[in-house]
């Protein structure tokens, strides 16, 4: 118990520290000027390469191909941003695949249907030579070292267990290392950001006696709680509750752009408290509240976050092929 516990801090700390350099560096003056500024970020980023928080091209596979991994070539694939080719030449060193499914299914198929996305993200991660699945701290950083980048599975969305914690065992036993609590659906035991869905609303109890258990099963298995698409007042309750460090794994600052997807500076400081992780989003939408953005707006937001709770707690969760612009 004890040791998955320091096993899932130490992945939390080492997204962290990789994260807290790349950020820290990124910002320093472009003082070589003999050194062209597409390889000054080649130089970064092959010393301090990337953990992305967020990926939906699992989504993508079963939308484009129905999951039939034959189809496709993952070294280049068309009508989606993310592919072997793409992943490498962006230095990304390690990939957190989401593992989604739609509201709709929420008390009906949700289990079978996340089931067939880890079973996409499994045999997409087994099967290319390029790609190796992980489950903890020391085999992220064995992957480094071996040149492979590292698949990370995270859950997004609390529907997928179905109220059950034996569910939430057995996809801990899939490889599953992270779940959001919530998607755009409240559960039965968690509030989402969203109002889009009118199921389980709620004045209060944005985190029931059940979500608590949730979250502290999470904490007991090493699975690290993700707070994007939850609540703010189910992100304080979890934050409050949970032993180990949580993520807001694909969320933005509230304070330059007010979409309820984003971090208010009062959250960011709670995150703080408890050691957590906030990794930028880079949807148009949750960066300039518009359907465009540019990449200066981009750093605004990290320069915010960094001056209300410090480099070493931001990171990159770009949701690719989720967010749509
Ligand atoms: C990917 O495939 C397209 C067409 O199938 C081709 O035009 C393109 O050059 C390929 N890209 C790479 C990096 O191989
Ligand atoms: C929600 O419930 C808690 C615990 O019962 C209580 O302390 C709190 O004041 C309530 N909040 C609201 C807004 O009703
Ligand atoms: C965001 O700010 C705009 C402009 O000040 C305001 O109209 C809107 O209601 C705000 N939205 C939220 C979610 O606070
Ligand atoms: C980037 O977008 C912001 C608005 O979101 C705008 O104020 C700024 O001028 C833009 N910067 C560039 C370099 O286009
Ligand atoms: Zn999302």
Same mark, same amino acid.
């Given at each position: ?145 071996? +040149?492979?980048?590292?698949?990370? *599975? ?7 267990? @179905?109220?059950? $914690?034996?569910? %939430? &065992? ?79 794994? +694909?969320?933005?600052?509230?304070? *330059? ?7 208010? @500076?009062?959250? $960011?400081?709670? %995150? &703080? ?53």
């Amino acid at each position: 118990m004890s040791s998955r516990k320091i096993a899932k801090s130490n992945l939390c700390s080492l997204w962290m520290k990789t994260l807290g350099h790349l950020v820290v560096l990124s910002s320093l003056n472009p003082w070589v000027s003999a050194y062209s500024e597409r390889e000054r970020v080649h130089d970064l980023m092959s010393r301090y390469p990337l953990i992305d928080g967020h990926n939906d091209l699992a989504l993508q596979l079963r939308i484009l191909h129905n999951n039939r991994l034959s189809q496709v070539d993952l070294h280049n694939v068309s009508k989606v941003a993310t592919d072997i080719t793409r992943l490498q030449a962006g230095h990304v060193q390690a990939q957190v695949f989401a593992v989604y499914v739609l509201c709709g299914a929420q008390e009906k198929d949700a289990v079978r249907l996340t089931l067939e996305q880890i079973d996409v993200v499994r045999r997409m991660c087994t099967e290319y030579q390029d790609f190796e699945l992980v489950t903890s701290a020391q085999e992220l950083k064995n992957s480094a070292m071996r +040149h492979k980048i590292a698949c990370l *599975i995270s859950i997004e969305g609390g529907h997928s267990i @179905d109220s059950s $914690l034996p569910a %939430l &065992r057995m996809f801990y036993q899939l490889g599953v290392r992270s779940m959001a609590l919530t998607h755009t659906c409240n559960t039965p035991w968690a509030e989402s950001s969203s109002k889009l869905y009118k199921v389980y609303q709620r004045h209060n109890n944005s985190l029931t006696h059940f979500g608590e258990a949730v979250v502290e099963e999470m904490n007991r298995l090493g699975m690290i709680v993700d707070l994007s698409h939850t609540s703010w007042d189910t992100a304080r309750a979890v934050l409050g509750h949970s032993k180990a460090p949580v993520i807001f794994s +694909h969320s933005s600052s509230f304070s *330059i752009c007010n979409h309820s997807r984003n971090v208010p @500076d009062w959250l $960011l400081k709670e %995150l &703080r408290k408890k050691q957590g992780l906030i990794m930028v989003n880079l949807h148009s939408k949750f960066i300039s509240c518009k359907d465009d953005a540019n990449i200066s707006r981009v750093a605004d937001h990290f320069d915010h976050i960094r001056n209300v709770i410090g480099a070493q707690s931001i990171g990159i969760g770009g949701d690719f092929e989720g967010a749509v612009r």
